[in-house]
């Protein structure tokens, strides 16, 4: 199991982290972070491989988000700073425990359980 939180309201150019707490060591699961807005379809933004040797950012969020983990606490975060109008969404993380070590993918079929998302509204 995992569960995303830390969703919130903040202003353009604010900050936010969000927090995946997965219910195994993270040396097993390699996870993703992806988000959907009304309307539109689900996005991948982040993820982190299974040795948290390989890190990909969709090209709409590099340089503003950054992935981490704690493996001590089983937790990947989502640090999303200078946050603008079109990153309100619905964050979801997601996590794949076959493939390589270092396996990381921003498309969400290759992933087979999803935690219920976290609400992220920006807004002035």
């Known amino acids: 199991q995992l569960q995303a939180y830390g969703g919130g309201l903040v202003q353009p150019g604010g900050s936010l982290k969000l927090s995946c707490a997965v219910s195994?060591?993270?040396?097993?699961?390699?996870i993703g972070w992806f988000r959907q807005a009304p309307g539109k379809e689900r996005e991948g933004v982040s993820c982190?491989?299974?040795?948290?040797?390989?890190?990909m950012y969709a090209r709409s969020v590099k340089g503003r988000f950054t992935v981490s983990r704690d493996t001590t606490k089983n937790t990947v975060f989502l640090q999303m700073n200078n946050l603008k109008l079109e990153d309100t969404a619905v964050y979801y993380c997601?996590?794949?425990?076959?493939?390589?070590?270092?396996?990381?993918?921003?498309?969400?079929?290759?992933?087979?359980?999803w935690g219920q998302g976290t609400q992220v509204t920006v807004s002035s």
């Open positions: 195994e060591s993270l040396n097993y699961n390699a």
């Open positions: 982190i491989s299974r040795d948290g040797r390989k890190i």
């Open positions: 997601a996590r794949r425990t076959s493939g390589g070590s270092t396996f990381c993918s921003t498309e969400d079929q290759a992933f087979v359980e």
